[in-house]
């Protein structure tokens, strides 16, 4: 269960998932692995998992109150708001006043339509939490839901009051104040929530569209430009910038961006309608009816494309198939207006970019003059954060879903998985490691990985059991030797459980203090076993707690005992570059920049083409405000492979 947990806490949900299985087998009497279970499962969106192991935990223990809230956020994910509403209130009969009990009722009474009740909620809820944002936001959607915006506006500005980095309460607002036409002051907000998510490309194309309205062409042109450098395939930055294009006659420029949405999706019949009409413009008249001609046979009533058709033809010279055409069209129309209940036209709809918010841009009430204009209407694209709700203290979204930050490469250890870098251009050797494997000692080959990965799928996990199984058997029988002690401690820490591994690599060095395979395990297993431990601990424990500091200091002592490890190493062999990597890392870690540039100039000098050493370089240069050597660095970073280099190259530019 620790071991779970503090996996868990590292997010491996699939390794925590397997060692909560280990502890179901031994008790399932217990609550908590059918808990905790649940918890690496709703995070891995298994929601009708989680679902059950929550109801087996409160099987066996029906006291369990955070197993109420857990399954009833997991049946709100699955659309069953009712039951949801349900585990709350048996959560709310222990904590009447649980905040997050209570907000999450609120948000599923009003995803089921119980405005009345999701009122109250959200009255009890702010009441006794009144500097809580979340709860305002909420209730800004509850009241623009029932279309009372001026209730919605003042709750959502209350929010934004107490907290100014709420990206959903800014795209509600600009949303609100978008549909009253007030341009101005929904750029304004969405230009904040540009600020606090400056990757999504989904709000430069609504920053677009508002721009647009705000008859700011430039501006749009630059949003529609950057979200396309964001993301190349981007069909609604592209389709919208190619009627903005259209609209300022910029022809071939538009053309191009239709026919690259024509590539991603050929059924986008308003992109190749659009083309069909600027090939007209550009009196490239074949290409032009080939257009209309696929929008004819899957719309055949929809008279604009026969219109088309006859211009295209016209213009060919065809003056019969031009009358032809328009005769078609006029019949389609008289028909239509004679009995439009038995010869309806068809009706083309505006689809929203994303394949998950397909929707109309078209009332269905419109008249038929309408059509052709709703065919060259600008999309606008649904931003993924607007909806989604994540279990824990705030409902923001997951961690793994904010911006990544620049980290050095990772250290490197003894795996039984080789790194996973197509781009790897050499391989991570030493000698003393290729004799082991050449010799044959342990079963199974070892590498030298810097690489996070780890046993994934649930045979691969439970292979490492069995090798442990293995190890130990063979350990009984026989005297064991300084492999064995090795090939059992690197199968632990394929596991992660670095408490057994650094007890099996101690007992490998008592046999043979001059191993240095062994050394290397176990300064990167120190490590390792280092940061999980104060992951877990910062991510139960407030910083600066007792816990917290605990830690911390244990840290500080693993990475003095991990550097003189790489030292013994280095004594055995000084020409270890990833021994001198290590190092470095260790000493970046500590804010001792000047040590950590000497170790991985060391392994820079021993070999010259050790890209990660000066991706590391360039990143210490930088700490110390070096950016004209960090830049010379991170070049050469990138060059050799270390793809994380140009893009922190661009945003140093």
């Known amino acids: 269960m620790r071991i779970g947990r503090n996996i868990l806490s590292m997010e491996d949900y699939m390794l925590a998932i397997q060692y909560f299985n280990q502890a179901i087998k031994a008790k399932p009497y217990l609550s908590d692995p059918y808990f905790f279970r649940a918890l690496a499962k709703v995070n891995l969106e298994d929601y009708k998992g989680a679902e059950e192991d929550c109801t087996l935990a409160l099987e066996q223990n029906k006291f369990k109150a955070e197993a109420y809230k857990l399954r009833g956020f997991a049946r709100q994910n699955m659309g069953r708001d009712s039951l949801a509403i349900t585990d709350y209130d048996a959560g709310l009969a222990y904590y009447p006043l649980d905040k997050y009990f209570l907000y999450y009722k609120a948000v599923a009474q009003t995803e089921t339509g119980r405005f009345n009740g999701a009122d109250s909620t959200f009255s009890t809820l702010l009441r006794a939490y009144p500097g809580f944002e979340e709860g305002y936001e909420a209730r800004g959607r ?61 709000l430069y194309v609504n920053r677009a569209f508002l721009r647009y309205n705000n008859d700011d062409y430039f501006g749009a042109m630059s949003d529609y430009n950057y979200a396309l450098q964001l993301e190349p395939d981007n069909s609604a930055a592209l389709f919208n910038r190619a009627l903005l294009r259209y609209e300022v006659r910029d022809l071939d420029k538009a053309a191009a961006d239709f026919s690259e949405v024509l590539k991603t999706d050929p059924s986008n019949f308003h992109a190749r309608f659009n083309r069909g009409l600027i090939n007209l413009d550009r009196k490239r008249y074949r290409d032009a009816e080939a257009d209309f001609q696929v929008i004819a046979r899957h719309y055949p009533k929809f008279y604009p494309s026969f219109y088309a058709i006859a211009e295209a033809r016209q213009g060919l010279g065809d003056h019969r198939g031009a009358m032809e055409n328009v005769y078609h069209a006029e019949g389609l ?183 240095t395979v062994a050394l290397m395990a176990r300064g990167a297993a120190k490590i390792a076993g280092a940061i999980a431990e104060e992951t877990s601990a910062s991510a139960s424990d407030t910083p600066g707690s007792d816990m917290a500091l605990l830690a911390a200091r244990k840290a500080q002592a693993a990475a003095s005992a991990a550097i003189a490890d790489f030292d013994a190493a280095l004594a055995l062999n000084p020409r270890l570059i990833y021994a001198w990597f290590n190092k470095g890392n260790i000493y970046y870690s500590l804010d001792d920049f000047t040590s950590a540039l000497q170790c991985f100039s060391e392994a820079i000098s021993i070999n010259p083409e050790f890209g990660q050493a000066y991706f590391n370089r360039g990143l210490t240069y930088l700490r110390i405000g070096n950016k004209h050597q960090a830049f010379a660095d991170l070049s050469k970073a990138g060059e050799l492979g270390v793809l994380p280099s140009y893009n922190l190259l661009k945003r140093m530019k």
């Open 142 to 202: 509850l009241n623009a839901a029932r279309g009372d915006t001026v209730a919605a506006l003042a709750d959502i500005g209350r929010a934004l009051e107490i907290s100014k980095n709420l990206l959903n309460a800014r795209l509600m607002r600009a949303d609100i104040e978008a549909r009253r036409r007030r341009w101005d002051e929904a750029l304004a907000d969405m230009d904040e929530a540009i600020k606090l998510r400056p990757q999504e490309t989904s």
């Open 333 to 515: 129309i008289r028909k239509y207006v004679s009995n439009p209940d038995k010869n309806p036209l068809d009706r083309p709809t505006i689809a929203a970019a994303e394949s998950n918010d397909r929707g109309t841009l078209q009332d269905e009430n419109e008249s038929e003059i309408d059509v052709m204009n709703r065919f060259n209407k600008l999309v606008t694209v649904s931003s993924s954060s607007e909806s989604r709700l994540s279990y824990g203290d705030k409902i923001k979204g997951q961690v793994q879903n904010r911006d990544v930050r620049v980290e050095p490469e990772p250290i490197y250890l003894i795996s039984f998985y080789d790194s996973a870098d197509a781009l790897r251009n050499q391989s991570n050797y030493f000698r003393e490691l290729e004799e082991l494997n050449r010799n044959r000692w342990i079963p199974r080959q070892m590498f030298l990985s810097n690489s996070s990965d780890t046993p994934s799928a649930e045979s691969e996990i439970n292979r490492m059991f069995t090798l442990i199984d293995d190890f130990t058997a063979s350990m009984v029988k026989t005297s064991p030797r300084p492999v064995d002690w090795l090939g059992r401690a690197i199968a632990y820490l394929s596991l992660k459980n670095y408490d057994a591994a650094l007890a099996d690599l101690d007992k490998a060095l008592e046999a043979d203090p001059q191993f």
